[in-house]
Nanobody, 123 residues
């Protein structure tokens, strides 16, 4: 059982950068894959990025590739999502999730979820 807590979401302007954090606890940090998903109002939840146990595999949705970077801070048991060149379309609630299928893009492969943190990009 993994507990995840997201933080860092806030109101920003288009073109700004923002880093979201996902603090993980309850299980060995290197024992599971972690992914970020997001959901905008009125839209289905979508995959954003994932990182494998050892950080050797990383995958991104095409909509964020080149702008977002996912990483692990092994000293803090934390997964980070660095978001650059933010657009209005990035406005959503961002959630992190943990699962055993390393590097999966599918939410059905993730069994533990955080509560989410909201990002609003204006203009």
């Amino acid at each position: 059982q993994v507990q995840l807590v997201e933080s860092g979401g806030r109101l920003v302007q288009a073109g700004d950068s923002l880093t979201l954090s996902c603090v993980c606890s309850g299980d060995t940090f290197t024992g599971y894959s972690v992914a970020w998903f997001r959901q905008a109002p009125g839209k289905a939840r979508e995959f954003v990025a994932t990182i494998s146990r050892s950080s050797d595999l990383k995958y991104y949705a095409n909509s964020v590739k080149g702008r977002f970077t996912i990483s692990r801070d092994y000293g803090k048991n934390m997964v980070l999502l660095q978001m650059n060149s933010l657009k209005a379309d990035d406005t959503a609630t961002y959630s992190c999730a943990a699962g055993t299928s390393d590097g999966s893009r599918w939410e059905s492969d993730y069994s533990s979820w955080g509560q989410g943190t909201h990002v609003t990009v204006s203009s």
